[in-house]
Structures are given as structure tokens and as C-alpha cells.
Antibody, heavy 117, light 107 residues
């Protein structure tokens, strides 16, 4: 069964760029849709965007101007960059797979990113 | 964006009770709805897709129904392991959106 694991800094300064990676194990990144989502403390889930195995991306319009996603097939990883962060970007960030444009399964365990000086 | 509204936001019930959670979409999403269970400090776990299809390994006490704009998740007999937050997700159109969650507690 495919397993996903997020990694990256847990603390980012305001106005800087948040960078996270998701490593896919027991499966190949050369298929399916690879997503980033987030959940601010005590709040609901927000879809950030996906990168398809071909490299095509689709971002949430609310974040589109600040988001970049990429794939590294040699490492079986995909990545998220979110620029110009503020305290409102503090959240648990999850990576997740979609086999089609539908539900998310499985998910990584999540990583808390705090934006603070 | 399609808005997903869940009710109630919190639910307290006894072991063995039948529990129902409602999710409403701001426009028709056909049957393109998933339900997730999220335990504290953990990632969401898929329970149901296409409104009523149970994911592999999910106990049969969970069921989903509905289409269009109104959907329900039912737990037929609440168990201690079911204490969690449940949320719905529409995949009719992008951006995909989620309900705000329903926290289920034991009375």
C-alpha cells in the first residue's frame, strides 16, 4: 500500500517561503494526482492544489498566486512552495493521493508549519 | 466555489446509539461526495466515496446516503472507537471543498 510522508521546516518567518516535500513509498509517483491540503488549528480542511504525474498542475484560486508544486521522479517525491507567508498560513500541511479527480486516499501523517518571527 | 455545510458541529451520543450527520452542498454535486474520519492529531481517513460506497476495511456500521445537495453519514451503533471528527468533501468541481466537520463524542 502506498505510504506518504511530509518533511520540511516546522517554523517559517513571515514574508518568507514555506517549502515542504512529500516522499511516496511502496508505490510510484509516475501515475495519479498528488495533492497538498492544509488544516489551520481548530479549523476545517483546505485543498491547496495538485500536480499530476505528467507535471500538469491545478491550484486553488485562493492561493494560486503564491503556490508552486513540482515533482522529482528520481526521488519519488513531490514538493510545495508557498511564498510570502503570513500567520494565516499556520496550519498542519498534508500530502495526499488521488487516483482520479475524486477523493483523497491515502494521506500523509501531516506536518505542522508555524509562521512566526 | 461550492460551499459544504455540516450539521451538527458537535454531537454527543451513548454507546449503541444511531448517529446521523448531515452535509449540504451549496449547489448540486450529484453523488460526488466523500466522508472522512479524523481522530485527534491524525490525518483524515477515507470512510465513504461516491456518497454511499464504503471504502475497504471500514466497518459496516458506517453508511452514507444522498445525492444532489443533501447527504448523510450514519453510524448504526456508536462504538468507543468512533469518537472523532467527521467531514465531507465534494469532488464535483474544483476547487475541491470540505465541510467544517462534526465532532462526535460519547455521552
Amino acid at each position: 500500500q502506498v505510504h506518504l510522508q511530509e518533511s520540511g521546516p516546522g517554523l517559517v518567518k513571515p514574508s518568507e517561503t514555506l517549502s515542504l516535500s512529500c516522499t511516496v513509498s511502496d508505490g510510484s509517483i509516475r501515475s495519479d494526482y498528488w495533492n497538498w491540503l492544509r488544516q489551520p488549528p481548530g479549523k476545517g480542511l483546505e485543498w491547496i492544489g495538485y500536480i499530476y504525474y505528467s507535471g500538469i498542475t491545478n491550484y486553488n484560486p485562493s492561493l494560486k498566486s503564491r503556490v508552486t508544486m513540482s515533482l522529482d521522479t528520481s526521488k519519488n517525491q513531490f514538493s510545495l512552495k508557498l511564498s510570502s507567508v503570513t500567520a494565516a498560513d499556520t496550519a498542519v500541511y498534508y500530502c495526499a493521493r488521488q487516483k482520479g479527480q475524486n477523493w483523497f486516499d491515502p494521506w500523509g501523517q501531516g506536518t505542522l508549519v508555524t509562521v512566526s518571527s | 466555489d461550492i460551499q459544504m455545510t455540516q450539521s451538527p458541529s458537535t454531537l454527543s451520543a451513548s454507546i449503541g446509539d444511531r448517529v446521523t450527520i448531515t452535509c449540504r452542498a451549496s449547489q448540486s454535486i450529484s453523488s460526488w461526495l466523500a466522508w472522512y474520519q479524523q481522530k485527534p492529531g491524525k490525518a483524515p481517513n477515507l470512510l465513504i466515496y461516491k456518497a454511499s460506497s464504503l471504502d475497504s476495511g471500514v466497518p459496516s456500521r458506517f453508511s452514507g446516503s444522498g445525492s444532489g445537495t443533501e447527504f448523510t453519514l450514519t453510524i448504526s451503533s456508536l462504538q468507543p472507537d468512533d469518537v472523532a471528527t467527521y467531514c465531507c468533501q465534494q469532488y464535483n468541481s474544483y476547487p475541491m471543498t470540505f465541510g467544517q466537520g462534526t465532532k462526535v463524542e460519547i455521552k
